[in-house]
Every structure is written in C-alpha cells, then in structure tokens.
C-alpha cells in the first residue's frame, strides 16, 4: 500500500539558515510528488509537485525538492527561510484508483517554527 | 477566479445532532474530494467524485456520514447522528483530472467541534 512518511513532526530554523524537511513515500510504481504549505486556519497549498523528468523541481516561495528514486525521498529544501515560512507542510504521493484519477496520501506533516 | 468554497467555517454541536457540511468546487474541475484532519491521525481522505460519481469512499469511517454530489457545481458531507469523535476540521478540494494525477485546490475548511 502507498505511504508516505515524514519523520520529523516539529523542527524549529533560525530566520536565514537553510531548511530540510524529510519525506520518504512507498509506492510501486512512478510515484507523483507533491509538498503543500498549511498556515494557520487555513486550507493547503501547494508549493511544487514532481510528475516525471528533472528530479529537482522549483516551486513558488522559493522552494525546491529532489526525488531520489534509490532512497524514495522527496525533501524539501529551501536556502534561507524567512519567518513568513513558519507553517506546517506536507507531502504527499498520488494513488491511482481503477485507472481513474485516484487521491493523494498525505504524510502526517511537519510544523516548522522560525526563530527571529 | 474563486477557490473552493466550504460552508460553514466553523460548526458547534450537540452530540447526536446532524452536520451537513458544503462545499463549492472550483468551475470546471471534474473531480472532488473530502479529507478530515484531526492531531491524532493526520490528513484522512473520506471520498471522491470523479464527474460526480463517487469513486472510493472506503475512507468514510461508518454509515453515519454520507456524501452527495448532485451536480458539478455543490458537494455535501453529512453525517447524522454526530459525536464527539467526529470533531475535525473537514477539508474539501478539487482537481481538474487530465489523464493523471492533477493539483488538488483546497478550500479553508469547516472546523467541527461537537459537544
């Protein structure tokens, strides 16, 4: 069954150190990748997503990720975090379902705080 | 363009009383999903339509909730009798299926408390 697990519930980044946050996802086949950002009361959005080709993928804010197929990790990364990053995130792999357009798998998520 | 639409944004609750929760997709996305999020166990997904028809919803956790989608434009969750256990923050999003996996768009979420 398809999983995804990101072993850090709650890191803490000084405003401009760089930023890692682990994903590790299970899945038979050519996983899709998605990181979404969750502030405070509101709905998720999404910051990049990896499908098929580059395996270092740019998304907004400043963002990237890399796939690495021989590790199954997706880790987000960023260079300098800005107290505006403060949020919670999460990964995420699709699922297929009957060949249809199936759902995605969340990982439980990882609060990150930002120290001025 | 508007984002998806939840209402209400907030619901409190007697236990044994029914919810129904709703929600807007964005025009044009043909496929829709409902997800609840609780500390404990994360982001769950519940159901979703494809073109309005249900295709998995064997995340729906008993025959107290229910799901509709009538047409393309409106979805509601319901569930009746409601507990304690069902307070969450239940999320709707959409997607625009395009032969594979698409970005879903979530809305704000209703955030349930029953009492």
């Known amino acids: 069954a398809q999983s995804v697990t990101q072993p850090d519930i709650h890191i803490t980044v000084s405003e401009g150190a760089s930023l890692e946050l682990r994903c590790n996802y299970s899945y038979g086949a050519t996983p899709y990748l998605f990181w979404y950002v969750q502030s405070p009361g509101q709905g998720l959005q999404l910051l990049l997503k990896y499908f098929s080709g580059d395996t270092l993928v740019q998304g907004i804010k400043g963002f990237e990720a890399e796939f690495k197929r021989s590790q199954s990790s997706f880790n987000l990364r960023k260079p300098s975090v800005h107290w505006s990053d403060a949020a919670e995130y999460f990964c995420?792999?699709?699922?297929?379902?009957?060949?249809?357009?199936?759902?995605?798998?969340f990982g439980k998520g990882t609060k990150l705080s930002v120290k001025p | 363009d508007a984002g998806v639409i939840q209402s209400p944004r907030h619901e409190v609750t007697e236990m044994g009383q029914e919810v129904t929760l709703r929600c807007k997709p964005i025009s044009g996305h043909n496929s829709l999903f409902w997800y609840r999020q609780t500390m404990m166990r994360g982001l769950e997904l519940l159901i979703y339509?494809?073109?309005?028809?249900?295709?998995?919803d064997s995340g729906m956790p008993e025959d107290r909730f229910s799901a509709k989608m009538p047409n393309a434009s409106f979805s509601t969750l319901k569930i009746q009798p409601s507990e304690p256990r069902d307070s969450a923050v239940y999320f709707c999003?959409?997607?625009?299926?395009?032969?594979?996996?698409?970005?879903?768009?979530f809305g704000e979420g209703s955030r349930l408390t029953v009492l």
């Open positions: 999003a959409s997607s625009l299926r395009q032969g594979a996996i698409g970005e879903l768009f």
């Open positions: 995420a792999v699709g699922s297929f379902y009957g060949g249809s357009q199936g759902n995605l798998i």
């Open positions: 339509f494809n073109n309005n028809v249900p295709i998995d």
